[in-house]
């Protein structure tokens, strides 16, 4: 009996403790399975989290910039290439962005509030709103560009492949819906302003273009390339270095950020 006794409890030692050993396994199993979700939705916290600031510091960064970037490089590609065709490509630039000047004022239309209170909006533009000129400059630019790249012009334009044509042209389209999506979430315009910026100023641009080489169809007389080449540019076709001084004062003067920060620099200094 003892015996028995002795084997039964033995029996049921090792059933307890394998059953505990089943249990303690189990239970990590289990506690692996619900770590495993929660694992996942930190993850995609963490991760849904840092998208946005990384979205928002993107759109900040080259929408406050875009004045500056824009000038830069384009005065750089005159510099470069002085020519004819680059001359009449400023020259319509600069009358876009008067026009844009003309318009804001026959419309009239005040920016929405908010953009003053906002810290990525360094210089507080005091003119109206309608078109933005940011777009107006940004299509008429991308747009001459494009059409340039595709007609196969002189310079830069020409000596570019097929692959970096459409490089370009894929980098210009995402640079100018990066900067005018800013435009609007840091309240400097409304959709609408936008939107019609870019109309007028793709409309500009393909008037300008077929204005500056003959082929207008209001003024099929006209070829602009061909008055800038007898009017304003030596036998050799190319505008010496030093006059780039007058093309860089211009730009500066119609250029809207620019404009502002000089006139914010003259009431400075009158004050």
Known sequence: NNYNNNNNNNNNRLIAQHQKIKLTKSQVINNHRNNIPSQTMSRMQSDSTQSPLTYNKLLSTVGSTTSKVVAGTFFIVLAYQRDTFMLTFF??????GISSKILKKLLNQDRP??????STVKVKPSDKGMPSSHAMSLSFIGMYTAIALCSNVSGVFMSAGIGAKIVTCSVLAT?????LIYRVKSQLHTTDQVLVGLFVGTFNSLFWYSLANGNNAL???????DVVSARLLPESGVMPVQFLVFPALIGAAVVGS?????????RKKKD
Request: charged fraction near 10%; aromatic fraction near 16%.
């Open 91 to 96: 020259i319509g630039s600069i009358l876009n």
């Open 258 to 266: 620019f404009e502002r920060r000089i006139s914010a620099w003259l």
């Open 219 to 225: 003024f099929p007389t006209v070829n602009m390339m």
């Open 113 to 118: 509030t908010g953009f003053e209170s906002n």
């Open 175 to 179: 640079y100018v819906s990066i900067s």
